[in-house]
């Protein structure tokens, strides 16, 4: 027998009894944007490698370590997309979405980083993202964090989530902050874990949001980010915890909060969990008003979000909120005999044109009663429509309940439609 070929280590199929989760989270989601007016976008899993070098930026983890890169047959240096900003900006710029217009956009699907495979982080995984350009105001970015709580409140755990929020400020104020930190951080370099010491003068705000706990305490005495910031900051900063606080939002100030990407600036957030150890963070986000210009386009403003979609699936099946999940059938038509096989391939699919929204499975592959009932039951449909021989001949069906104790009823082959809809 031929070796059996398995999926590659920290991709994984998504299976039948999976799927619908997955699908009622991806419902919630493009109902959610649409209600706010966003337009989606589509772009390839394949980029440029230097896309990701000039917008992440080369001293970073998923650049240095993460990516899927590899040459192609004309020698070109090509990734798999690890995030969807980077594409998303270049996708405006080539098609000239951004130039001197708003766009309030928003993606989803699969992206590649070669990390540990562990829950909820895989090496390929899919990301729902928002982003909204040429805005840049507090108040979008407001909007995006209400937008964002509105899916919480749609998968129904908004209580198993917190809002954590900083503000880095404008380049230059950050470029000061970074000297001063530097500064610090050389003062206790003995003090610093290995991978502290490696971004201390590559990357000096990603020591903040470090997990050695030694080193967490050494920046208690740190300089802060907001002693550095000019008045414009933090007008924007306190603007939109004015917005957030007006419509009931809560959230916490967490001035350790940097982000992991270069591109970043002004407003930064997570939404976080405890409910998954530490993997905590569910949605993440922020501004990065450079990043357009950075990428070759003109300067415009931009602010947005990004979450894995494993897991928000994690997070509902650890709560159990994925006991109501609908089954993929509602109906099961069943022939007992050849006779009526035509006749219940008939029926299914009158049904079918009769009510758009149902869903109907016909048995196929003959069987006994017993057989088809018991197939009938696993498919998890609410009820089994019989046509045996007695049925045929009268041109009515049996209508029996699969989910609860009623009596089997019979209707006229032509009432069917009608009294399905009611009892669905």
């Excluded at 983890?61 to 899927?68: F, L």
């Excluded at 899916?151 to 230059?172: A, M, Q, R, Y």
């Excluded at 650890?318 to 609908?326: G, R, V």
Aim: aromatic letters at 8%; one cysteine or more.
């Amino acid at each position: 027998m031929a070796k059996q070929i398995q999926a590659i280590r920290g991709m994984n199929d998504i299976l039948p009894t999976q799927s619908p989760l997955w699908q009622k989270v991806e419902a919630v989601l493009r109902s959610s944007v649409s209600a706010y007016g966003y337009s989606e976008i589509r772009t390839p899993i394949v980029e440029s490698t230097d896309l990701f070098k000039r917008s992440i930026g080369e001293v970073t983890d998923i650049v240095e370590k993460e990516m899927y890169t590899f040459e192609d047959r004309n020698g070109d240096s090509l990734t798999l997309r690890p995030e969807g900003t980077a594409s998303t900006v270049r996708a405006g710029n080539e098609h000239g979405l951004l130039y001197n217009q708003e766009q309030r956009l928003w993606y989803m699907g699969p992206m590649f980083r070669h990390e540990r495979p562990q829950k909820g982080r895989y090496r390929q995984f899919h990301q729902f993202g928002v982003e909204v350009y040429g805005i840049g105001t507090a108040d979008i970015d407001a909007e995006v964090l209400m937008l964002s709580a509105r899916l919480w409140k749609e998968l129904g755990i908004s209580e198993h989530v917190s809002l954590e929020l900083n503000t880095l400020g404008d380049p230059s104020e950050r470029a000061a902050y970074r000297d001063a930190l530097i500064a610090f951080l050389e003062q206790h370099k003995d003090k610093l874990d290995e991978d502290s010491q490696r971004r201390m003068y590559s990357n000096p705000l990603r020591v903040l949001d470090t997990k050695d706990s030694q080193v967490q305490a050494l920046l208690a005495d740190a300089p802060a980010l907001m002693d550095y910031l000019g008045e414009e900051s933090k007008t924007h900063f306190s603007t939109l915890c004015e917005l957030l606080d007006a419509v009931g939002i809560q959230y916490q100030v967490n001035p350790r909060l940097v982000r992991g990407l270069d591109y970043y600036n002004r407003t930064v957030f997570e939404w976080v969990t405890s409910s998954l150890g530490s993997q905590g963070t569910v949605l993440a986000g922020g501004r990065y008003d450079g990043l357009v210009g950075q990428l070759g386009g003109k300067e415009t403003p931009a602010v947005g979000f990004a979450m894995g979609l494993e897991r928000i699936v994690l997070l509902l099946e650890t709560l159990e909120l994925n006991q109501d999940i609908a089954s993929e059938v509602d109906v099961y038509v069943t022939a007992m005999g050849d006779s009526c096989l035509v006749e219940a391939f008939k029926v299914a699919q009158s049904l079918r044109e009769a009510l758009p929204g149902l869903k109907v499975m016909s048995h196929c592959g003959g069987g006994n009663v017993k057989k088809q009932m018991k197939r009938a039951d696993k498919s998890g449909a609410a009820y089994a429509i019989i046509i045996g021989e007695n049925e045929l001949a009268n041109n009515q069906v049996a209508i029996k309940p699969l989910r609860n104790n009623n009596q089997q009823e019979l209707v006229a082959r032509d009432a069917l439609a009608a009294t399905i809809s009611a009892l669905i």
